[in-house]
């Protein structure tokens, strides 16, 4: 059985400051990751998707890493701003049922101004 | 906005009785799931339509249902709710390979009292 874990559960840093944030699966067996951002009582809003084949993934200030051997990938965030405070959830897609997504439970980040 | 939408935003229902949350997918977009997410967790898969049919269940109860509809529009319902039901709805919509992007909608907080 997948097993999807974020760590931390919540990180608080001061604005401008360059941060990484953590997922690990069990089973290396996945067809894709992807790393969502969640504002409070709202719905996903994908962020990055990195198919099993490649090793990361950019857009903006955001940079994600997948380490598939390892079962680990990050999400790098640059210069964060205030309005980046929100939860960052990853999801895998497992190789044996392709609708079957597992979810981490996600780190709340808050970026203090 | 991804292009997905989800009704209703909001629900508040009695245990016992029974609701249907309705998604419309993204154009283009012939796979749709569910998820439920409880407070403070990443969202948990319920079940995945694949042109108009099932091809994926998660670890739900048979009072958990759904449909597809021709236009890939999807319905999820649930019989005698419980009060564990409370809970965000997730619909995701995706095209059908196995690698593909999902996009969410915006969710249904459903609050059973």
């Known amino acids: 059985k997948q097993e999807v874990t974020q760590i931390p559960a919540a990180l608080s840093v001061p604005e401008g400051e360059n941060l990484v944030l953590n997922c690990s699966f069990t089973?290396?067996?996945?067809?894709?990751l992807q790393w969502f951002r969640q504002d409070p009582g709202k719905g996903l809003t994908s962020l990055l998707l990195?198919?099993?084949?490649?090793r990361e993934q950019t857009s903006g200030r955001l940079n994600a890493s997948l380490d598939k051997s390892s079962g680990r990938s990050t999400l790098y965030i640059a210069a964060s701003q205030p309005g980046d405070s929100a939860t960052y959830l990853c999801?895998?897609?497992?190789?044996?049922?392709?609708?079957?997504?597992?979810f981490g439970d996600g780190t709340t980040l808050t970026v203090k101004p | 906005e991804t292009g997905v939408t989800q009704s209703p935003t909001h629900l508040i229902k009695t245990r016992g009785q029974q609701v249907t949350l309705r998604c419309s997918s993204q154009s283009g977009h012939n796979t749709v799931s569910w998820y439920q997410q409880a407070l403070g967790q990443g969202p948990q898969f319920i079940f995945q339509?694949?042109?108009?049919?099932?091809?994926g269940r998660g670890n739900f109860p048979p009072r958990f249902s759904g449909l597809q509809f021709p236009n890939y529009s999807s319905e999820l319902n649930v019989n005698a709710l419980e009060l564990d039901d409370s809970a965000l709805y997730l619909c995701?919509?995706?095209?059908?390979?196995?690698?593909?992007?999902?996009?969410f909608g915006q969710g249904t907080r459903l609050t059973v009292v």
């Open positions: 999801a895998v897609r497992p190789g044996t049922n392709a609708g079957k997504s597992t």
């Open positions: 339509y694949y042109r108009e049919e099932e091809n």
């Open positions: 089973d290396s067996a996945i067809y894709n």
């Open positions: 990195i198919q099993s084949s490649q």
């Open positions: 995701a919509s995706r095209t059908g390979g196995k690698d593909t992007e999902a996009f």
